[in-house]
């Protein structure tokens, strides 16, 4: 049986002013053959959980290309070029296939392509033919338009947010592909749309409505009225003209399966009110910590500038309101600005420095704080994270600088990567339990790492290119009829259809 492998990974922000290059992906990894194999295997992540079903049936993969970055701006054009002629390449030498994994995030914008996921797909169709089955994994957050529809027979997303099932859904898509190869099922998947977005700060699979849900659709496979399914939350910070929410069933029986997509997208129309939230301000959240005698920290999210979020990653607001405030609160915090890094580097280690820090990519938001600091240490910024989530996986920030300004401990990143893992700080010698108030810049994704440290965590308004309130951002292509800046409450939920 021959099975290949790719992978194109990047969640795109619309709003982030910085397209995501070659050198982007390359902080993120590009690997070919043997060495992509050997980059993944084991690891828990999508491809991980793809290699081990088929290693566990005794299929030896073909080892295509691998590109995956970081969440930022849209990608260049050129590299989801390079991507596609580089895999072309090696797809053909192996030509015909029976079958076709890849794994994508599926919230990808270019400079020019508003949907390179379905656009990759095409591609990637049109050359292996209509005889191969081509099984594809996605982040929760995609978008999963009609383009990516036809072209893949099988779509499987991740199922928790926080995402703690990258393997699992690497290994959902691979045991769909192999059991239809082996002809034991007979599926085909299904797909309705909502046109909505939420803020991806307003929910989670660990609790609350949306959690019920996961749990409600989970029972339903555990029946087995359905193989597989996915309730995509289009990520909110994509500006394109078809997106939206969806949801996607895989199943044997037609009528069950469109039947579970319509039942679980109309629960999810019914709850989209339940995402609005209510949230702190940065001083109120300030004052908070000062006051936190609980030895564990104060959480405050800036989920606005999360690079999860395809962020920048570089706002400084928080420590301009310390600063303004006066406030000697312990706090540990963490930022992206490149030229810092830079010229802190080369003044050493206990060089007091006044600096302007922040605000070095995105200058619509925010400004640059000036602050004097001292460098308290040095280090090339590749570290592990803890997880839970993507345990083991190596991350790269870059060279990073920590500093010490009043009593705030930051880390300083020329790239900040996974933002919700203990280790950004940890690995960087700033103990985040030691603070009475740590800034957290992402959605959703660091609760499962933060709950079992923090005293309280705070979704905050803060400015950024990813804000909750989504009514701050100017979207130029997202169609009119858009939850939450239209009254969608007359929408009929289409009837799920199949394109393959
Ligand atoms: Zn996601």
């Known amino acids: 049986m021959k099975i290949a492998i790719c992978e194109f990974r990047q969640e795109s922000n619309a709003f982030n002013p910085i397209p995501a290059d070659f050198g982007f992906f390359e902080l993120g990894g590009i690997h070919e053959g043997q ?10 992540v999508a491809v991980g959980g793809m290699l081990d079903v088929l290693e566990k049936a005794g299929v030896e993969p073909i080892m295509l290309f691998s590109m995956h970055a970081d969440s930022g701006g849209p990608v260049k054009d050129a590299v989801v070029r390079k991507f596609i002629e580089k895999t072309m390449t090696m797809l053909k030498k192996e030509l015909p296939l029976d079958g076709l994994l890849v794994s994508m995030h599926g919230a990808t914008q270019s400079e020019s392509i508003e949907d390179v996921c379905g656009f990759i797909l095409e591609a990637l169709r049109e050359q292996v033919g209509p005889g191969t089955l081509i099984s594809a994994s996605f982040d929760l957050h995609a978008n999963i338009t009609d383009k990516i529809h036809r072209n893949a027979d099988f779509i499987c997303g991740y199922q928790t947010y926080p995402h703690v099932d990258f393997f699992e859904t690497g290994a959902r898509a691979a045991g769909i592909l192999l059991d239809t190869l082996n002809g034991k099922i007979h599926a085909k998947t299904y797909r309705t749309v909502i046109p909505m977005i939420v803020p991806a700060s307003s929910y989670t699979t660990l609790r609350g409505s949306f959690g019920a849900l996961a749990d409600y659709a989970q029972k339903q496979v555990a029946k087995g009225r359905i193989l597989d399914y996915t309730i995509f939350q289009m990520q909110p910070w994509l500006d394109v003209e078809l997106g939206g929410t969806c949801v996607v069933t895989i199943g044997e029986d037609e009528d069950e399966a469109k039947a579970c997509a319509t039942d679980f997208a109309q629960k999810l129309f019914g709850m989209r009110d339940n995402f609005r939230q209510d949230l702190y301000q940065i001083d109120e959240v300030i004052r ?8 564990k920290p104060v959480i405050l999210v800036d989920s606005s500038d999360s690079p999860n979020a395809g962020a920048c990653g570089d706002s400084p607001a928080v420590l301009e309101r310390i600063k303004a405030l006066g406030s000697n609160v312990r706090a540990a915090f963490y930022i992206k600005d490149t030229p810092a890094v830079k010229e802190l580097w080369n003044r050493g280690i206990g060089s007091v420095n006044r600096i302007r820090l922040g605000a070095t990519m995105s200058h619509e938001f925010y400004r640059p704080v000036e602050i004097e600091v001292e460098v308290l240490s040095l280090h090339n910024g590749v570290f ?16 990073v600088v920590t500093v010490r300004w009043n009593n705030v401990d ?23 339990t030691f603070y009475d108030l740590v800034i957290v810049k992402a ?11 923090a005293s309280d965590i705070c979704e905050t308004d803060t400015p950024g290119t990813a804000p909750i309130n989504l009514g701050l951002l100017r979207f130029k292509r997202l169609p009119r009829y858009f939850y939450p ?13 199949a394109l393959r």
């Open 35 to 44: 060495v992509f194999h050997d980059a993944l295997h084991g690891k828990q």
């Open 443 to 453: 959605c959703t994704s660091f609760r499962v790492a933060y709950e079992p440290i």
């Open 288 to 295: 908070k910590a000062e006051k936190n005698q609980s030895g």
């Open 410 to 432: 930051i880390v300083i990143c020329e790239a900040i990567s996974y933002p919700g893992d203990l280790q950004l700080y940890r690995h960087f010698g700033v103990e985040p």
């Open 485 to 497: 800046f239209s009254d969608i409450s007359g929408y009929e939920i289409p009837e799920p259809v």
């Open 384 to 399: 592990t994270a803890e997880g839970p989530a993507g345990r083991g996986t190596p991350h790269d920030c870059g060279r």
